[in-house]
């Protein structure tokens, strides 16, 4: 009996090819004809929240495959519970190395914030020409501390280099790197540096990372940036430093909560009504770190190839 992948999302016509090759029925989301008894695998991105409630509908499920390095969208404690194995980007490092675009995204971020880019630009776009009103500052001679010095870690750190900014580095592993200074305890690392970026993973220590107690350790002068997971910040805690003064600015690509199949989880973030009420000092982006052009069609048949290999 052939075993049936439900594609929740979308995915890249090559990718759909070799499926069908390996004699995969594949059936997308909006079949009228699928019989959820019948799904073994799952591909999903970040359009959805996999819940105990929906995967709870598909009992013989075995497989979620996600093309994504984060998991916190999908219940892994109630797969484990099941048995159903996640395959991510995280099992293919070989392919992740030649992916830069959420460091690149975590500069952006870095440079539109420090140089009130997005505020100027809107303003132009509303008929004006007001250079003075805008003056930034540069990142050459800045201070950032890279929280989780992995693999976007070390890819921001080259790019800060090339802006001629000094580096500072936090991890929990002892890592051995001559082109940053790495400091210890993160209370010290975050109250030296005018940028502050986090690249930690989603291991449930991480949780609330950065909360009051640590935000007052921090410079009023700092810009926080996050490219890492929403639920690393505490966001009402984040939003009451930059209202308080205590810290400069957030910019980030990802929120607490996020989902992509309704917007109503929106009005429940701190951070986004902070940005939606006007407050030119948050920056958000929906998640568009990995969202490239170059990378999607590889990262997609990476994993989906790994579910050919588990299911062969």
Same mark, same amino acid.
């Given at each position: &009996?052939?075993?049936?992948?439900?594609?929740?999302?979308?995915?890249? $016509?090559?990718?759909?090819? &070799?499926?069908?090759?390996?004699?995969?029925?594949?059936?997308?989301?909006?079949? +009228? %004809?699928?019989?959820? %008894? $019948?799904?073994?695998?799952?591909?999903?991105?970040?359009?959805?929240?996999?819940?105990?409630?929906?995967?709870?509908? *598909?009992?013989?499920?075995?497989?979620?495959?996600?093309?994504?390095?984060?998991?916190?969208?999908?219940? @892994?404690?109630?797969?484990?519970? #099941?048995?159903?194995?996640?395959?991510?980007?995280?099992?293919?490092?070989?392919?992740?190395?030649? *992916?830069? $675009?959420?460091?690149?995204?975590?500069?952006?971020?870095?440079?539109?914030?420090?140089?009130?880019?997005?505020?100027?630009?809107?303003?132009?776009?509303?008929?004006?020409?007001?250079?003075?009103?805008?003056?930034?500052?540069?990142?050459?001679?800045?201070?950032?501390?890279?929280?989780?010095?992995?693999?976007?870690?070390?890819?921001?750190?080259? /790019?800060?280099?090339?802006?001629? &900014?000094?580096?500072?580095?936090?991890?929990?592993?002892? /890592?051995?790197?001559?082109?940053?200074?790495?400091?210890?305890?993160?209370?010290?690392?975050?109250?030296?540096? %005018?940028?502050? @970026?986090?690249?930690?993973?989603?291991?449930?220590?991480?949780?609330?990372?950065?909360?009051?107690?640590?935000?007052?350790?921090?410079?009023? +002068?700092?810009?926080?940036?996050?490219?890492?997971?929403?639920?690393?910040?505490?966001?009402?805690?984040?939003?009451?430093?930059? #209202?308080?003064?205590?810290?400069?600015?957030?910019?980030?690509?990802?929120?607490?909560?996020?989902?992509? %199949?309704?917007?109503?989880?929106?009005?429940?973030?701190?951070?986004?009504?902070?940005?939606?009420?006007?407050?030119?000092?948050?920056?958000?982006?929906?998640?568009?770190?990995?969202?490239?052009?170059?990378?999607?069609?590889?990262?997609?048949?990476?994993?989906?190839?790994?579910?050919?290999?588990?299911?062969?």
């Amino acid at each position: &009996m052939l075993d049936t992948l439900l594609l929740l999302e979308t995915c890249d $016509s090559e990718s759909l090819v &070799m499926l069908q090759n390996h004699k995969l029925v594949v059936f997308t989301a909006d079949s +009228k %004809d699928v019989d959820r %008894d $019948s799904v073994n695998h799952i591909f999903t991105k970040l359009h959805f929240r996999l819940d105990r409630f929906l995967l709870g509908q *598909f009992p013989n499920l075995k497989t979620i495959v996600t093309p994504t390095t984060s998991i916190d969208h999908i219940d @892994s404690s109630y797969c484990k519970e #099941r048995n159903i194995h996640i395959i991510s980007l995280r099992d293919t490092q070989d392919i992740l190395e030649n *992916f830069s $675009s959420t460091s690149e995204i975590a500069a952006w971020l870095m440079l539109s914030i420090s140089r009130n880019a997005v505020s100027a630009s809107l303003d132009v776009k509303s008929g004006n020409w007001s250079r003075n009103e805008y003056i930034g500052n540069t990142l050459r001679g800045k201070t950032v501390g890279i929280v989780g010095y992995g693999r976007l870690g070390k890819q921001l750190s080259r /790019i800060c280099s090339a802006f001629g &900014m000094r580096i500072f580095a936090n991890d929990l592993l002892k /890592i051995s790197d001559n082109s940053v200074t790495f400091v210890e305890p993160l209370e010290d690392l975050v109250g030296k540096c %005018d940028f502050v @970026s986090l690249h930690v993973d989603d291991r449930e220590q991480n949780r609330g990372l950065i909360n009051a107690r640590l935000l007052n350790h921090f410079s009023p +002068k700092t810009i926080l940036i996050n490219t890492s997971r929403g639920f690393v910040v505490n966001e009402k805690d984040l939003v009451s430093a930059i #209202r308080g003064n205590r810290l400069k600015g957030y910019g980030t690509d990802v929120l607490e909560g996020e989902r992509g %199949d309704t917007s109503e989880w929106l009005t429940n973030s701190p951070i986004w009504n902070e940005y939606q009420g006007g407050n030119p000092r948050v920056l958000v982006l929906p998640h568009i770190g990995g969202a490239v052009e170059e990378n999607i069609p590889t990262a997609e048949k990476a994993v989906l190839q790994l579910l050919v290999e588990r299911i062969r």
